[in-house]
């Protein structure tokens, strides 16, 4: 079993940061693609940004030139740095991880358990 668990997240005035980080543990071997998902209060849970296990990234539209993902492999680890944040970034951010448990294992899809992000004006 893989247990992810993010850190970071708080009430920040429009314009602000923050760093959100998430670590794994438990039962990992390879770790393939991490992400970054965004749920607003009454919209669907979407993504934010994802980083493969070579650093290729990709952002959603509305982060590009503000969030940067980034991983650290030797800590099983993923980072959100979130600048200029505006109103409309609140919500609970979660984060994503494809684990593989062993040597060939298919990744398996984990989440941790969120950590809210409230962006005032």
């Known amino acids: 079993q893989v247990l992810l668990v993010e850190s970071g997240g708080g009430l920040v005035q429009a314009g602000g940061s923050l760093r959100l980080s998430c670590a794994a543990s438990?039962?990992?071997?390879?770790?393939?693609?991490m992400a970054w998902y965004a749920q607003a209060p009454g919209k669907q849970r979407e993504l934010v940004a994802s980083?493969?296990?070579?650093?290729?990234?990709t952002y959603a539209d509305s982060v590009k030139g503000r969030f940067t993902i980034s991983r650290d492999d030797f800590k099983s680890a993923v980072y959100l740095e979130m600048n200029s944040l505006k109103p409309d970034d609140t919500a609970v951010y979660y984060c994503?991880?494809?684990?593989?448990?062993?040597?060939?294992?298919?990744?398996?899809?984990?989440w941790g358990q969120g950590t809210q992000v409230t962006v005032s004006s």
């Open positions: 994503n991880a494809d684990v593989g448990s062993w040597y060939r294992a298919p990744p398996v899809t984990y």
């Open positions: 438990g039962s990992i071997f390879t770790i393939e693609d």
């Open positions: 980083i493969t296990r070579g650093g290729s990234t």
